[in-house]
């Protein structure tokens, strides 16, 4: 089983230990009910790094939606057994009170690159993820962090925070892990009845097809209207947004000779599922 550890004080003097061995570390920050997606990052650290540490917390100062955390899936035991698969290292797993001690006032914010979209949905969200994520880097000594694509906008907003703050950590972005059907892997997909995760793949494959006829020279903004079309006739209750982004900076964007993304959310069946392509 992978060794699970709960206190900053603890996880410091292992990793103090490492580093005066001359040993490289990696972390993978993840709130956990792990999957295909989540091991990827992990086999990848575990790859470049000759210690891996994995952390599992599910940040309430993220959670714009309390029924949101409430209802997020934990499965603690389940995930250090699949982590003892790649193998991990270390599991970091510490409470909120061990994160966030009586007392505790600072906060991390990213404005600019993390302002739409996710941002605009979901207020608050950033700041919390930027927060804790420069309070792990912190904690794990960490000389890489790797971090999923399939959340491009949190890997742009971590960048820019470690960019900005001269964090001395290298931040690695990992290609999304997709189901056979074209779903992206996510803890939240537990939670589709079978008819919703029946629907999902419309998700992906309506975002391939739009980028597909913007490539073949349709208009972006017919494209787009045609993607959250085809979501909707497939049963999706809601599209938050589907927008083309330049990818680095998330600014709209009409020139194609600059990497763009397309990003959305959509709700089906009451999940919230994001997901995000070239194009
Ligand atoms: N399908 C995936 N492929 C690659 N990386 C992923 C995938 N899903 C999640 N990740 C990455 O794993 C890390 C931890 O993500 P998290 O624990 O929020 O999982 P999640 O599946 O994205 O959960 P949810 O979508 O419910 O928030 C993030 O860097 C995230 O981008
Ligand atoms: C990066 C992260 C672990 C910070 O809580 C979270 O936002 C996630 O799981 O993507
Ligand atoms: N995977 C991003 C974290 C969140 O949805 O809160």
């Known amino acids: ?102 007392g505790f006032v600072s906060k991390v914010s990213v404005s600019g690159v993390a302002e739409p979209l996710e941002g605009r949905m979901r207020p608050g969200h950033f700041d919390g993820v930027a927060t804790v994520v420069t309070k792990l880097f912190g904690m794990t000594l960490a000389d890489r962090g790797y971090f999923g694509q399939k959340d491009w906008q949190q890997l742009q907003v971590v960048l820019a925070l470690v960019r900005d703050l001269n964090l001395p950590i290298e931040i690695i972005g990992c290609e999304t892990v997709r189901e056979a059907d074209g779903l992206a892997m996510s803890s939240r997909n537990v939670r589709l009845t079978p008819e919703g995760r029946a629907k999902a793949p419309v998700f992906y494959s309506a975002l391939t097809a739009s980028a597909a006829d913007i490539r073949a020279g349709q208009s972006d903004r017919m494209a787009i209207r045609e993607a959250a079309e085809a979501m909707r006739n497939a049963g999706f209750e809601r599209v938050e947004y589907i927008e083309l982004r330049d990818a680095g900076t998330l600014m709209p964007s009409d020139d194609p000779a600059r990497p763009r993304r397309m990003l959305a959310a959509a709700w089906i069946d009451g999940v919230r599922l994001i997901d995000n392509i070239p194009v």
């Open 1 to 102: 089983m992978t060794p699970i550890l709960r206190t900053v004080a603890e996880l410091r003097a292992l990793a103090r230990g490492w580093k005066a061995a001359g040993e490289t570390i990696g972390v993978v920050p993840t709130m956990g009910a792990l999957h295909e997606g989540h091991l990827s990052l992990v086999r990848r650290a575990r790859a470049e790094c000759d210690r891996v540490i994995t952390t599992i917390f599910v940040n309430p100062m993220q959670f714009n939606n309390p029924e949101d955390l409430k209802k997020y899936p934990r499965s603690e035991e389940a995930d250090a057994a699949l982590l003892a698969t790649v193998p991990a290292d270390l599991l970091f797993a510490p409470t909120p009170a061990e994160v966030y001690p009586e």
